[in-house]
């Protein structure tokens, strides 16, 4: 079984959905959408398997809210 969508890919399993993960197992980001920093996260997060969008990320330029929980 796969751990990540890359080593799903790999394998040739295209319908792979990852695990399920609580929103407190992995963190969340300020970054903002689009830039250099949270493309790295994103890819990091491709890598350990967990999903690529946390609830609390930061989406948007004024989001302060979310933008102060990411912290």
Do not use: C
């Amino acid at each position: 079984m796969p751990s990540s969508v890359l080593e799903a890919i790999r394998q040739g399993i295209w319908d792979y959905e990852p695990r399920k993960v609580a929103k407190d197992e992995f963190a969340s980001t300020a970054a903002m959408p689009g830039t250099k920093e949270k493309l790295e996260i994103l890819a990091a997060r491709l890598e350990k398997g967990v999903p690529l969008w946390h609830p609390q990320d930061r989406n948007e330029y004024e989001d302060p809210m979310n933008a102060k929980l990411a912290r």
